[in-house]
């Protein structure tokens, strides 16, 4: 069984992955075809247009965790190795300078998400 700490630490590598494809796809020695990978992958992410549609329960979302994965490791393939060190290194100063919230702030944002909720709630059964 997988622990919380390993599924968290596995999202920190995640993030800093993604950021250094970021990072990657403005870097002029990165190549056009690996670019367009990375807009492929960053695309699929934020949009709602899905192979499987994420309101389908379960599998929804299972196509997301196998065809992320795979998309990023074939733009990391396509990256020239300098090029994503220098990337990699970048996006491990730049999560090193980033604010991090308090677990108050984050509780403000919880209870203002929630607040939010419930009114939408009693409005649309009123």
């Known amino acids: 069984m997988i622990s919380l700490q390993a599924l968290r630490a596995r999202a920190r590598e995640l993030k800093l992955e993604l950021m250094a494809l970021a990072l990657a796809a403005r870097h002029p020695r990165t190549p056009w075809y ?5 807009a492929g992958c960053v695309a699929y992410a934020v949009t709602p247009v899905d192979f499987i549609p994420d309101v ?9 965790l196998i065809f992320l994965p795979l998309a990023i490791a074939l733009a990391v393939r396509f990256i020239p190795a300098p090029v994503l060190a220098d990337c990699r290194a970048r996006s491990l100063e730049l999560a090193a300078r980033a604010p991090r919230l308090s677990r108050t702030a984050w509780w403000l944002i919880g209870a203002a998400w929630l607040a939010a909720v419930v009114l939408i709630a009693a409005w649309t059964v009123l």
């Open 34 to 38: 690996a670019k367009l990978v990375v």
């Open 56 to 64: 389908v329960p379960i599998v929804g979302f299972i196509d997301d």
